[in-house]
């Protein structure tokens, strides 16, 4: 992707939310909290990604069958 394209989409993500009323900004603020709050993973997977995450769950499964 290019600078442009980067500046392109950027700029069109805020014409359309300024361009919003306030309520349905108000309803897509919640809306993204909501979604956000459903698709949390484990604090370690959310600050440092998957690895962490991946290595919890096998280590978890190996200490669970000793």
């Known amino acids: ?3 442009n394209d980067i ?4 700029t069109t993500e805020i014409v359309k939310y300024a361009g919003m ?3 349905k900004r108000e309803q897509y603020k919640q809306e993204k909290k909501d979604k956000k709050k ?3 993973f484990f ?3 959310n600050w440092f990604g998957l690895v ?3 290595l919890h769950v096998w280590l978890k499964r190996n200490k669970n069958r000793r």
């Open 38 to 40: 459903e698709s949390q």
């Open 21 to 23: 009323s306030k309520e």
């Open 1 to 3: 992707m290019s600078g």
């Open 43 to 45: 604090l370690s997977s």
């Open 7 to 10: 500046v392109k989409y950027v």
């Open 52 to 54: 962490p995450f991946s």
